[in-house]
Structure formats: structure tokens, C-alpha cells
């Protein structure tokens, strides 16, 4: 027992050395199963507004997996002059707590074993940060096929690594492969109630866009509760209460939408989705006044977002050209729009852009120009 003990310890304290040598203060694993850390996962979560910085950290990352895997290859080159002498000086293993040599066969095993095992999970994670990158690239390049089959050879790699699961569900979910998405995302469990929350307002919005892809009232309901879950796990989410807003317009109910819509601008005064939202269900009831003070603040809002440049980019461009049509600035708002198609990932953002947009076009009063930018975002998503 205490030779097990000996082993696990020492190989601990290998790698705990290997690791601080070769990523000081910037960890790559936070277990021996190869988890990652979000300092990596976080620009991969939205590759098209941060490719090239993506990619440079998967190949930062890649490095580094293959630095680890070298190490370990020269820790059992001196382990194993270690334990050579231990066999010449078996005189002096009673000093170290071992009765026999035969103990020292038994630990010079189970340390071997644990470098193995080690030497395989940093393989593996190697395995998935090159897939991860080549993922990135293709997804820029907006070959989304061929990206999904690279971030599914990722995945079945590290299949119990919770934030890459919730990273690639993330993923599935805005390229339009939803069942991919809700598989990644079950698989994720995270432990924290946040991280938790994250990962049902992930599977709510899954869900809700596959019930509006395949017309499944079902999955509007299932949507519901996960994202009611997800409120209840981190109330202080805006973003979960903005989606809960978007599924409760799509499914007709406006006044809960509107309801959660206003949760999401009072947790979050500077989130233009919900004011942006706020001011279309606003306009859709006839409430001109009302419409025209919350687009005004969302043109502002969407402004200072695109300025400082953080997350997807292309929902400021979406919110502040509605803003500017809205207000009867239709040269500027036809010039916004172009821009925020061009960084739009995939289907599933168009057809969140449309489903607004043909809520406003039953409204009382039609926004001048609204028909024609219809017509341009269908034709660059291909829809007829």
C-alpha cells in the first residue's frame, strides 16, 4: 500500500514540476485528465469575431501539449536511472521506507503506469487543440461542414471535459447543428451553479432554435425549462432573460416577452438585445413613443459596443442598424446591415435577425425600408 501511495505521490509531484516549468502562471490542465481552462476556451466560444487570436492560441496551446509530452519522456529517462540505483544501493531503501527490493519493483511499476497515463492524456488533448484550431480556421473560412467534423473529432477526445463540451455545444448551436449542440451540452456538468446556469441557457437556446428550424412546439416547452433553470441558477443573468424573452415572442405570448425583455434591460442597462427588443414589441403594439425612447437608447448602447470591439460583434452591427431604420435613417442602417452580414457566422443568426424583423412587419405602422433590407438578408442567407 504505502509503495502505491510512494508512486502516486511522486509521479504527482513529476508532473507538478513539468507543468510549472513549461506554463508558469498560465496552466493548460486544471486535472491528470487533461482538462482545459477557459483561458483558452473563451476565444474559441465566438470564432468569428476573434479568429486569428484563436488560432494563434491553439497553436500557443499545441506547443505546449507537445513541450508537456516531451518532458515527460525526460522525467522517465531519469526515472528510470533513478530506480537503477535503487537496485545498486539496496542497502539504503530502509532509509526511504521500503522493506524490499521487491517494493521498489512495485513502485518503479506504478510509476510507470501513472507516467503512461499522463504521457496519454496530454497526447490526446494535443490531439484536440490541433483539431480545435484547424475547426477555427475552416468555420472562418465559412466551411462549416468540414469545421463541424473537426470539432466533433475534438470532442470524442476529451468526451468529459465540461468546458469543451459547453465550448462545442456553444459552437454546433450558432452553426445550426442542433443535435450535436444538445449532446455537447448534456455532456458538459459542470459543478459551480453559474457555470451550470451557462450551460442551461446554452440548451435552452438550442433548443429553441431547433423548434423554430423544425417547427417543434415540444421544443419550445423543453427550452423553457432549461432556461428557467437557468435564471434560477444565476438570476443576475441577463442573457438568459433576454432568451426567455425571444422564446416567449417566437411562441406568441408577448406580454412575457416583453416581461423578460425588461428583467434583461434592468440586470443589464447596457444590453442593446433587450432594448433592441423591448422597443420591436413596442412598435409592434402601436406604442410609437415608447418604441422611439428604447431604439434611441439602443442605437447608443450598440455604438459604444462596437467601439470597444468585445464578443459577437455582429449582434451590435444587427442592433444598431435596427435602431437607425427605426428612426428613419435608412442610408446608414442599409450601410450597418451589410457590415453585420459579413461577420454573421451562419443560418441560425439570420433567422434570429428575420424573426424580428417579420414581427415588425406587422405591425400598424411599417418602418420605411424595412421590406428591402428583408429582402438582402434573405438573399445572403440563401432564402428564398
Known amino acids: 500500500m504505502r509503495s502505491k501511495l510512494c508512486a502516486g505521490s511522486i509521479a504527482s509531484l513529476l508532473v507538478v514540476v513539468a507543468l510549472l516549468f513549461i506554463f508558469p502562471g498560465t496552466p493548460v490542465f486544471a486535472s491528470s485528465t487533461g482538462t482545459m481552462v477557459s483561458a483558452f476556451a473563451a476565444p474559441l466560444a465566438t470564432p468569428t469575431a476573434d479568429t486569428t487570436a484563436a488560432v494563434n492560441a491553439a497553436n500557443n496551446a499545441v506547443s505546449h501539449a507537445q513541450d508537456l509530452l516531451n518532458i515527460m519522456g525526460w522525467f522517465a529517462t531519469i526515472l528510470g536511472v533513478v530506480l537503477t540505483l535503487f537496485g545498486l544501493f539496496a542497502v539504503g531503501l530502509g532509509l526511504l521506507g521500503f522493506r524490499s527490493y521487491r517494493e521498489v519493483l512495485s513502485l518503479a511499476k506504478d510509476l510507470r503506469t501513472n507516467m503512461e497515463e499522463i504521457r496519454a492524456d496530454a497526447e490526446k488533448t494535443r490531439s484536440a487543440l490541433v483539431y480545435l ?34 465550448m462545442l455545444g456553444r ?49 419550445y416547452d423543453t427550452a423553457v425549462l432549461h432556461l428557467k433553470k437557468a435564471v434560477i441558477l444565476n438570476p443576475s443573468d441577463s442573457d438568459a432573460q433576454a432568451i426567455l424573452g425571444g422564446l416567449y415572442r417566437r411562441k406568441g405570448e408577448y406580454i412575457l416577452a416583453y416581461t423578460h425583455y425588461e428583467r434583461a434591460w434592468k440586470l443589464n442597462p447596457g444590453s442593446s438585445y433587450a432594448l433592441g427588443n423591448l422597443a420591436s414589441l413596442a412598435r409592434y403594439e402601436g406604442k410609437l413613443d415608447e418604441a422611439r425612447r428604447y431604439f434611441g437608447f439602443a442605437e447608443v448602447v450598440a455604438t459604444d459596443h462596437i467601439k470597444k470591439g468585445q464578443g459577437e460583434i455582429y449582434w451590435d452591427y444587427y442592433d444598431l442598424a435596427l435602431a437607425q431604420l427605426a428612426q428613419g435613417k435608412i442610408t446608414e442602417a442599409q450601410k450597418t446591415y451589410a457590415t453585420a452580414i459579413k461577420e454573421t457566422p451562419g443560418e441560425a443568426q439570420f433567422d434570429g435577425v428575420l424573426d424580428n424583423l417579420s414581427l415588425l412587419q406587422k405591425a400598424p405602422q411599417p418602418i420605411p425600408g424595412l421590406d428591402d433590407i428583408v429582402k438582402m438578408i434573405k438573399a445572403a442567407a440563401n432564402i428564398i
Open 171 to 219: 459552437i454546433y448551436s450558432g452553426a445550426g447543428d442542433y443535435d450535436a449542440a444538445i449532446y455537447a451540452l448534456e455532456s458538459s456538468r459542470p459543478q459551480d451553479d453559474v457555470s451550470q446556469g451557462n450551460v442551461e441557457k446554452e440548451l435552452g437556446l438550442a433548443y429553441r432554435r431547433r423548434g423554430r428550424a423544425l417547427n417543434q412546439e415540444a421544443d
Open 133 to 166: 484550431g484547424f475547426g477555427d480556421r475552416l468555420l472562418s473560412q465559412r466551411d462549416i461542414e468540414e469545421a463541424l467534423e473537426n470539432y466533433k473529432k475534438a470532442g470524442s477526445l476529451l468526451p468529459k471535459d465540461a468546458k469543451l463540451q459547453y
